[in-house]
């Protein structure tokens, strides 16, 4: 029975992907990969592209962020998933970083076991961990918690010493302001693993040099 799995291919560097993602890859007939906006290219297919096979299908499917319109998306896609599962082709969906932190994946997949098909998920290094190489910043020691929160849930951060900010575009200066009034000491990592990677501490770098794969990591004692 064919097969839909959800294939985490990382934070961007090619070299990241796991064994166990690379050989899901090239036993797929049909990779899905999402794209955020028309007439874009696909991140996680740009990452994964070396370890897909010539004959292989490729779908880029739009998946906008937020509002109605991504509910209609995901119901789109999962339409044009379940006609390739139909046809008995194994189909590989390609997400960034690891596809149960927030990737459209999740939602896709309730559309999946609804329906009755078999799915199966190979996690990927996620952007935070390789982020936290990248800038030698330890995410946590000992018995230390973590918190990882959007950037529009700043209010979630209450005593803790540890915390990463995803999805910081547009929001780092109010961000910033937040984690400074908290004590928090930060590092921005930007675009980690690919051309144009940037790694700073600087506020108003953070600031003025905006870029949609951004993250924040910071401590505070």
Do not use: W
């Not at 119901?75 to 690891?98: M, P, Q």
């Not at 997949?109 to 078999?118: N, P, Q, S, T």
């Not at 190489?133 to 700043?154: F, H, K, T």
Request: contains cysteine; hydrophobic residues 40%.
């Amino acid at each position: 029975m064919a097969k839909i799995y959800g294939i985490g291919v990382g934070p961007g560097d090619s070299e990241l992907l796991t064994i166990k993602a690379v050989k899901t890859i090239e036993k797929c007939e049909v990779i899905v990969a999402p794209v955020a906006m028309k007439g874009k290219r696909s991140i996680a297919l740009n990452i994964a592209k070396e370890y897909i096979k010539g004959d292989t299908e490729v779908l880029l499917l739009h998946f906008p962020m937020g509002g109605m319109e991504q509910d209609t998306k995901i119901y789109e896609a999962f339409k044009a998933v379940e006609e390739k599962l139909r046809e008995g082709k194994n189909v590989g969906f390609l997400t960034i970083g690891d596809p149960f932190v927030y990737s459209t994946y999740i939602y896709l997949l309730e559309h999946v076991k609804k329906a009755g098909y078999d799915a199966e998920t190979i996690p990927g290094i996620t952007s935070f961990s390789a982020c936290a190489s990248l800038a030698e910043e330890a995410l946590v020691i000992g018995d230390e918690p973590l918190l990882i929160i959007p950037g529009n849930r700043l209010n979630c951060i209450k005593d803790e010493k540890n915390v990463v900010i995803m999805k910081v575009y547009k929001k780092e200066e109010e961000i910033l302001d937040a984690l400074e009034e908290k004590g928090f000491t930060y590092v921005c990592v930007k675009r980690a693993g690919r051309e144009g990677q940037k790694i700073t501490r600087d506020r108003e770098e953070i600031i003025n040099q905006k870029e949609y794969m951004s993250l924040i990591i910071a401590h505070r004692k």
